[in-house]
């Protein structure tokens, strides 16, 4: 199947009147809403912008979530919050942790659906890989989770909960009162390069990283984030006037044929538009370069013709290029080209002035490495006997 999704419009409001049924999730709404909401349940309006502020920093920068330990609000607004509303993120089922200190988790999310995030520690940092969709309707053949079909968008609740799972996990919540200096962080980039194409969910993911920049929350600069798109036109721009956030391109051959075999939205969108619009990215700068996202694959694209080629289709584009070692799974129609053969492209593409890192293949052991996630548990669902698998972290 092709990409023929639309790009959603979709824009979280939140009525002054309560009018759902049951506990509303407080997880995910924007400042605006969050303070509609609050007037909608009693709160006096000219209380509004500022019990929402006391809210927002309980939630987003100390991570509390019952509205008990919130003891800034009087106990009147406590109750009331409590029989009202919730603070809920996604359920861990598992959590896998590799050789390499990458950890991968499994989460539940509404609706009985998984999707699965990573996070890789490095010396001077922590990146979280966050997904986007349940499976993916893209379809490239190179890509695990894209062998799974797409069940549904996340809501822009459910992608900043991943970031909270993650910081539940690695108990880097700061003591109440007393926020992380950001060289103390555990976790300290996001990568939004999990399971989905961030830009076919867009309004939500938009949404759910504005929060995660909100300086009087979780506080990432947007140079933190990264969105990876496979080429969704049209999202480009909105991406820097909307997110503000970096760019990456999962880019991975220099013609249309072999494109358009890996990655199929190329049939809708081929590399001379995809090339254009990111001629035209308003925030392209050096000091803003856009990734070129490149796996490199044995006999495919892998050829010093390729690589020529390359530099010479990215020319003027501030850019530096990712080689990434295919990651193989489990029937992948692909292998991995061989160490000399990726240091032979690399060499042409660094010196044609490019930075050209090979990225080290992380998480392996578990099926953690780029391009391998995939919630088997859709899979099986069916077979799987009906039990509570509320064990949280494994």
Request: with cysteine; charged share 25%.
């Amino acid at each position: 199947m092709t990409a023929t999704a639309p790009i959603t419009e979709d824009v979280i409001t939140i009525p002054r009147k309560l009018a759902v049924d049951g506990p509303v999730n407080l997880v995910g709404l924007s400042r605006d809403a969050l303070r509609d909401l609050l007037i909608s349940i009693g709160i006096p309006e000219k209380q509004g912008k500022m019990r929402c502020k006391q809210v927002w920093q309980w939630i987003y920068q100390k991570g509390v979530r019952d509205f008990a330990d919130m003891t800034n609000l009087s106990k009147d607004i406590r109750a009331n919050l409590a029989a009202k509303c919730v603070v809920a993120i996604p359920e861990v089922v598992t959590k896998q942790i590799s050789g390499d200190g990458t950890r991968k988790y499994l989460v539940r999310i509404a609706g009985g659906h998984e999707v699965e995030i990573v996070y890789i520690p490095e010396k001077d940092r922590g990146t979280l890989c966050v997904s986007s969709q349940v499976g993916c309707t893209l379809t490239c053949s190179f890509c695990h989770t894209g062998t799974q079909r797409l069940v549904r968008n996340l809501t822009a609740a459910e992608i900043i909960g991943q970031v909270m799972v993650a910081r539940d996990d690695l108990g880097e919540w700061p003591k109440l009162g007393v926020p992380n200096p950001p060289e103390a962080r555990l976790l300290s980039n996001i990568v939004l390069m999990g399971m989905g194409e961030p830009l076919y969910n867009f309004d939500a993911v938009r949404d759910a990283m504005k929060i995660a920049m909100d300086p009087e929350g979780i506080s990432l600069s947007r140079r933190r984030i990264t969105l990876s798109t496979s080429g969704v036109v049209p999202g480009i721009a909105r991406t820097a006037e909307e997110i503000g956030c970096m760019l990456a391109i999962s880019f991975h051959a220099t013609t249309d044929d072999v494109r358009s075999q890996l990655v199929p939205i190329n049939k809708k969108w081929n590399i001379e538009a995809l090339l254009q619009a990111l001629r035209d990215y308003p925030s392209a700068s050096n000091s803003e370069r856009i990734t070129f996202e490149y796996v490199m694959l044995k006999g495919i694209n892998d050829s010093d013709e390729d690589a020529r080629r390359l530099v010479g289709l990215i020319k003027g584009i501030p850019a530096k290029i990712n080689l990434i070692p295919f990651n193989e799974w489990p029937g992948s129609p692909y292998q991995r080209s061989s160490n000399n053969r990726i240091r032979a492209f690399a060499d042409i593409v660094f010196n044609a002035g490019y930075s050209s890192p090979v990225r080290k293949t992380r998480g392996e052991d578990i099926m953690a490495a780029c391009g391998q996630l995939k919630s088997e548990s859709e899979r099986v669902r069916k077979t799987r006997p009906k039990t509570n698998l509320n064990t949280g972290l494994s």
